[in-house]
């Protein structure tokens, strides 16, 4: 694992809370930049998608049971009267 050199500008209290920590936590503060940019670059990530589980029954390749039927004859089966009333 490589390293490289770079120079940041860091507000002068942020950077001596850092190195307060780093002193306490026993680590450089190359350490305590390392794990706030982990941190922050993690956050950002988008979270993963939420899938619906597949709940469906019967056959999926068979035939379509409620193909023979109108929107209007479902609406009257789902609501329990014609649709638009």
Same mark, same amino acid.
């Given at each position: 694992? $490589?390293?490289?050199?770079?120079?940041?500008?860091?507000?002068?209290?942020?950077?001596? @809370?850092?190195? @307060?920590?780093?002193?306490?936590a026993g680590v450089p503060l190359r350490a305590v930049v390392e794990e706030g940019l982990?941190? +922050? /670059?993690?956050? =950002?990530?988008?979270?993963?998608?939420? @899938?619906?589980?597949?709940?469906? +029954?019967?056959?999926?390749? $068979?035939?379509?049971? /409620?193909?023979?039927? =109108?929107?209007?004859?479902? =609406?009257?089966?789902?609501? $329990?009267?014609?649709? $638009?009333?």
């Amino acid at each position: 694992m $490589g390293y490289m050199k770079t120079t940041i500008d860091i507000h002068d209290e942020l950077l001596a @809370r850092a190195k @307060r920590h780093a002193r306490g936590a026993g680590v450089p503060l190359r350490a305590v930049v390392e794990e706030g940019l982990r941190l +922050v /670059l993690q956050a =950002s990530q988008p979270a993963e998608g939420y @899938r619906m589980p597949d709940l469906g +029954v019967g056959d999926p390749n $068979g035939d379509d049971p /409620l193909e023979a039927y =109108s929107w209007q004859d479902l =609406s009257e089966v789902i609501y $329990g009267h014609p649709q $638009g009333e």
